[in-house]
């Protein structure tokens, strides 16, 4: 807490900063060294949170005295996002509380990298990111895996006095959260041998992990409250943070039309192909990579032929990479359905992998862009594109090839709209986490969306944890389509669709309503 504390005094005592972009990039670099903390043990105890509120309000004035008058749009941009960046934390102390409401909030074990440009979902300062590690573990690998796995058991042993929340829906849903921790943990112990520090260090944090367990099921019979943020916090948060220009009854509607619009049609494309062989799913691991690798194929000439984008060298390695297992039929869950019979329409989303190539390959200028920003603040341009591109592919002809892969993408686009409506009845109290599973499972057409396995239950945990995100697929998609419409218009024969992808990419992941902002010169 004096490292802390020192740390915060430090940050407050500095002067204003006005007048140039380069004042904004110093103020930003010393407002991530505040967010990430000192090092260490996470603190999240009272006092802690109580000087992060403080320390806030400091940033906040500094930010607000600077002058951007004559700024550029690209610059005005830049200081929306440190302020959304700065609401962020100001909501999760006011409002979502994760460290006092959540236990899933306490997991530190991460074994798969987010097609995203950061975690979805709310996460700590201290997250230990295995898949960067390969195995057999060299000794530097080993010596710092072990430090960054030191700090799990005195984090959980904290947490138990600052989970004083009582949403019964994030206590229940944790479990499975935690569940995942144990088993990447028991699974990493297996793989550590020779290494005495790191075998010392995973069994400490397996015992810590499942002793915290064991105390959140003991403590999960007393918690009778709400989980969701509520309609007026909501908004709050769409306006403030994830710079949308949509209110929660807004984005109730955008997706119920979308629900209806997929239901019907899918419906009218099952008419119209009826005539045509059913789809069928590979019946091995053989067969499913080469269905994958031919609709890679089959993707990358499409957009190159067709003239849909500029194609880049990491285009078709990204897509290869994430072909993925086949499984049986009776273990595959939606997305695994959907890719088995239409491989692209599961490729075109992965969009995702080649915004984060790009990320790589060409960092942006502004080192407010060059990575990701926090508390999902991109979630609009990287889910809202990457659902976009579903649809728009199959406007532009990518599955005409084989017709029936057209009603694929239309169950996709309904399965997206009914897990986002129903997350939002969820953050709005008006359903609890049970009944946004199953109205998703009965909303979602053909019966794709299993009610047992784990995918439902990952899906609306996330949503009623991340204000916000579960319907940012089908808004965001809303939002790329209507600047998609206005460009258009404004560009008349000028306009193409290439010349549209290749710019989009270069404003960086940031909210799509400040790429139309920067782009089109004023705000929605």
Do not use: C
């Amino acid at each position: 807490m004096i490292r802390i504390a020192l740390a915060l005094l430090l940050l407050i005592a500095a002067p204003a900063w006005a007048g140039t972009p380069g004042q904004l990039h110093a103020l930003f670099a010393q407002w991530r060294q505040f967010h990430a903390g000192p090092g260490g043990v996470p603190d999240y105890g009272a006092a802690a949170v109580a000087a992060r509120a403080q320390a806030l309000t400091s940033f906040q004035a500094r930010l607000a005295a600077i002058d951007t008058a004559g700024w550029s749009a690209a610059d005005r941009v830049d200081w929306q996002l440190v302020q959304a960046e700065m609401n962020g934390l100001k909501f999760d102390l006011e409002v979502a509380k994760p460290w006092a409401r959540d236990p899933a909030w306490y997991v530190s074990i991460w074994t798969a990298q987010s097609d995203t440009p950061a975690h979805e979902g709310p996460v700590h300062a201290a997250t230990v990111e295995l898949w960067q590690y390969s195995f057999p573990l060299t000794k530097p690998d080993a010596a710092k895996l072990a430090g960054e796995l030191a700090h799990i058991p005195p984090l959980l042993a904290q947490a138990r006095g600052n989970l004083t929340g009582n949403a019964a829906d994030l206590w229940n849903a944790s479990l499975i959260s935690l569940a995942e921790q144990e088993e990447a943990l028991a699974d990493l112990a297996g793989k550590v041998k020779g290494h005495a520090l790191l075998e010392r260090r995973v069994a400490e944090a397996l015992v810590a992990t499942r002793g915290f367990i064991a105390w959140v099921k003991a403590e999960a019979p007393k918690k009778t409250g709400p989980s969701g943020v509520g309609i007026e916090a909501y908004n709050w948060y769409l306006k403030h943070v994830q710079l949308s220009p949509y209110s929660w009854e807004q984005e109730v509607a955008i997706l119920s039309r979308e629900l209806a619009r997929a239901h019907a049609g899918l419906r009218l494309e099952e008419n119209h192909h009826k005539a045509l062989p059913a789809l069928t799913s590979p019946a091995n691991q053989a067969e499913w990579d080469a269905k994958s690798l031919a609709a890679i194929d089959h993707f990358i000439r499409f957009m190159d032929t067709t003239g849909v984008a500029t194609i880049q060298p990491w285009m078709k390695p990204e897509l290869v990479k994430r072909i993925g297992k086949w499984v049986p039929a009776d273990k595959q869950d939606f997305f695994k359905i959907a890719q088995g019979r239409a491989p692209n329409s599961l490729f075109a989303h992965f969009y995702h992998w080649w915004d984060l190539a790009e990320m790589q390959a060409r960092p942006h200028a502004s080192p407010i862009r060059r990575g990701p920003l926090l508390y999902n603040i991109w979630v609009s341009r990287a889910e809202g594109n990457a659902t976009a591109m579903e649809a728009m592919m199959l406007d532009a002809g990518l599955f005409d090839v084989n017709p029936r892969e057209r009603e694929v993408v239309w169950i996709m686009q309904a399965q997206r709209a009914a897990r986002g409506l129903a997350s939002l009845y969820a953050q709005a109290n008006m359903i609890d986490l049970k009944a946004a599973m199953a109205m998703q499972v009965k909303r979602t057409p053909n019966g794709w969306m299993s009610p047992d396995l784990p995918l439902l239950g990952f899906e609306q945990s996330l949503y009623l944890r991340q204000a916000g995100y579960g319907p940012s697929y089908i808004t965001g998609k809303a939002q790329v389509e209507q600047l998609f419409a206005e460009l258009a218009e404004k560009e008349g024969s000028g306009f193409n669709v290439k010349g549209f992808y290749d710019r989009f990419g270069s404003f960086g992941l940031i909210p799509v309503s400040l790429i139309r902002e920067e782009w089109l010169g004023a705000p929605r």
